[in-house]
Each structure stands twice: as C-alpha cells, then as structure tokens.
C-alpha cells in the first residue's frame, strides 16, 4: 500500500509511529494547509513527499489509498474528490457528519469499484473482538453503561469563546460525535440496531458539550455517556441476570475486561492483546491486509455497520435538536 496522508493534527501524529511498524503499508505523501508542521512531519517520519493541497496529493499516480485525517465536515469532501482520483480511502471516525453523507459516499465508492473503510479502533482491538463472543454467557441482557467522560483542554478555551472544531457546529463537533461515538458504535457493533434512541445533551452555544444517549432494545436498555466538559472513571459494564461484564477502560483502548458471577462466585480477569501495541496497531494490520486481499466481504460488512452508527448519531443528534450545517439537503 502507498498511502497519502491528508492531515497534521493529533491523530495523525499518533498513527505515524504505528503505520512504521506494519508491513506493506509506505506513507508516500501528507498533505496539510501548515507547511511547518508538514516538514517536521515528514522529517521525522521519511516521508517521501508533502503538499499543503489536497488536490497535488491526489494527483500523485504513486498513491493507491489515501487516510482522511481533517477535521469531521471535511470528511466527506475529501473522500467524495479522493473517489474522482480512483483511490481506495481508509477515513477517520466520524465517517462523514450525518447518515445522509454516509450513505451517499459508499454508493459512490462502489460504483467506481474502490474500497472504503472506517479507521474506528475498537472494531479491531482484540478484547472488544473477544468480548462480544462472551455476551452470551451472561445470561439475559437487562442493562449495559458506557461512559466516556473525558475533560477537555479545549473547553477552557470553548468557556472564553474561542471556539475549536471539536466545539464547533461548523466543523460537525460535540461530545456525541467525539467520544460517545465509540460507545454507540460498541452496543450497535454488539446488539444491532436499537427500537429507540434518544439523547439528553447538555447544550452550550449550540452545541453538545456532554451527553447521555439511552438506546432501547426492548428488553434491555444502553446507557452511552459522553462527556468533555468533566470528567469521571472509565467504567464500562454489560449487566445479564447471570454475570457482568466491566470494562475498566476506554472503548477505544479496551486494554482489558472481567466478567464477574451474579451470585458472586467467581470473577475472571482477561486480556487478549499483544503487549505494547498502540490501540491504532490492530486496525491498520486488518485494514492493510483486507485491501491487499481485496477482502470486499469483510468492507462490505464494515461499511454496514459505518451506516448503522450514522443512523443511530443522527437520530440521536436530531432528537437533541443539534443540527449541522452538512445537515442541509439540496
């Protein structure tokens, strides 16, 4: 795979490292608007080329896959122009700003035969993989929390108004398509697609600083709690009438899980991850090794689940009364 980079902010500098410990993947170019921090970029990490266009990055003929990396409404002009190019796309959580977009690129992909994916760690990480083999231990499902509370340094800056993407209307931010995305994404990945959806959001200027997203499956009920306006342990559990699940964790760690007796028997303590391997390690060796092998099975089954997480965000965001400007149909 040579890969074009389209992108300079923080995860981007978090996948580098990563991406030098797989095989078969060459970062070939980056592109970004801020040449300095493209020169540091591609010093540090011998990247051959680097453009502060996205249009020269697509232009190269070297480059068979390009990762989206830009902030999240920029997700689905890039993939739409990347698809113009005739190259397979690996882009960033959130996949576009709503289920309308998302829906739209993946025709779009399949009709000019390009592969497609979503960079969504905790799909690949080997306990989240585990996990979900285990739910059928515990008994009947009655209720699952997950939360994701996480301070952000920006909120400082958000309280005096200087207003960063991640809080910006404009730039398809808030705390549901941030962190609780991961915790949606996790129960639809687990028990499909939910009978309700509803999110209760704290709002300021517009936006959702935190959040609490209640999926109903009829016989049990999702509790996703996400927050940056404050901050609290990161204690995930899957209650059944015979034992729960707790994830001490992140669901986009996941760097370990027990499962611990309703009548207090026994709890048991597992970790199926390789010993210091970065949460992004995992989703770049299967991404890499699905489009080399032209594995469309495995995209396609992917994809739907990217679609079923953008339908249930929307509804949530919707049901909040939080709309984006990306929301607007033509």
Do not use: W
């Not at 609780?180 to 687990?190: E, G, S």
């Not at 986009?252 to 027990?258: T, V």
């Not at 303590?269 to 989703?283: G, T, V």
């Not at 396609?300 to 984006?324: G, H, K, P, W």
Request: charged share 30%.
């Amino acid at each position: 795979m040579k890969l074009g980079i389209l992108g300079s902010g923080k995860i981007v500098k978090e996948v580098l490292p990563v991406l030098d410990q797989i095989e078969n993947i060459d970062v070939y170019a980056i592109a970004a608007r801020n040449e300095e921090k493209l020169q540091k970029l591609a010093k540090d990490f011998s990247i051959k080329n680097y453009y502060t266009s996205i249009e020269s990055l697509l232009e190269n003929p070297e480059i068979d896959t390009v990762y989206i990396a830009l902030p999240n409404n920029l997700h689905f002009e890039a993939m739409d122009k990347t698809i113009d190019y005739k190259k397979n796309i690996i882009c960033e959580k959130p996949f576009t700003s709503n289920a309308y977009e998302t829906e739209k690129i993946i025709k779009k992909a399949k009709a000019n035969d390009l592969m497609i994916v979503e960079a969504m760690s905790h799909r690949f990480i080997p306990n989240s993989i585990e996990i979900k083999k285990l739910i059928g231990e515990l008994g009947d499902i009655k209720i699952v929390s997950l939360n994701y509370s996480q301070y952000s340094s920006r909120y400082d800056k958000f309280k005096e108004g200087i207003i960063e993407p991640v809080f910006s209307l404009e730039n398809s931010g808030g705390a549901l398509i941030d962190l609780n995305l991961y915790n949606v994404a996790f129960a639809v990945d687990a028990f499909g697609l939910p009978k309700d959806v509803r999110y209760f959001a704290n709002i300021e200027n517009d936006i959702d600083t935190s959040g609490v997203v209640i999926l109903d499956y009829g016989d049990f009920k999702v509790s996703s709690i996400g927050s940056k306006d404050s901050a609290a342990p990161l204690v995930n559990t899957i209650q059944g009438t015979d034992a729960t699940i707790e994830i001490p964790d992140a669901l986009n760690s996941f760097r370990e899980f027990n499962i611990s007796k309703t009548n207090g028997s026994s709890k048991e303590y597992f970790n199926y991850n390789l010993e210091n391997k970065s949460r992004l390690y995992y989703e770049f060796v299967e991404i890499e090794r699905m489009l080399r092998n032209n594995d469309r099975k495995k995209i396609e089954d992917l994809l739907n689940l990217t679609q079923n997480y953008m339908e249930v965000l929307t509804r949530a965001r919707f049901d909040a009364n939080i709309f984006y400007p990306a929301d607007k149909v033509d």
